[in-house]
């Protein structure tokens, strides 16, 4: 059974920095994409970032890029979310989410496996 799990969320204030962490049972995160979604209150879930099974290349949604990066380490079979220079607008449920296609886009139907999600709250 597979089982993705978020962790690492939590309170900052504009312009700090927070790494989420989800960490992988039931498959092998260098085998599949992965990305990153969000959901901020109501509004609909968007996608933050992604490393795809293909080339292991990764992706960025415009208003994140050039703040988060996303990474991996095989060994402990996770994938993080460095986010830095935080906003208020990147307050959200942020989601990690795997997927079986080598460059399943951003797309939340492009996906087979979605974790809980963590609470990120940027205070101003």
């Known amino acids: 059974q597979v089982q993705l799990v978020e962790s690492g969320g939590g309170a900052v204030q504009a312009g700090g920095s927070l790494r989420l962490s989800c960490a992988a049972s039931g498959l092998t995160f260098s085998m599949y994409s992965v990305a990153w979604f969000r959901q901020a209150p109501g509004k609909e879930r968007e996608f933050v970032s992604g490393?795809?099974?293909?080339?292991?290349?990764?992706y960025y949604a415009g208003s994140v890029r050039g703040r988060f990066t996303i990474s991996e380490d095989n060994a402990k079979n996770t994938v993080y979310l460095q986010m830095n220079s935080l906003k208020p607008e990147d307050t959200a449920v942020y989601y990690c989410?795997?997927?079986?296609?080598?460059?399943?886009?951003?797309?939340?139907?492009?996906?087979?496996?979605w974790g809980q999600g963590t609470q990120v709250t940027v205070s101003s």
């Open positions: 490393i795809w099974r293909s080339g292991r290349d990764t």
């Open positions: 989410a795997a997927s079986v296609k080598a460059a399943p886009a951003t797309e939340r139907s492009g996906y087979n496996w």
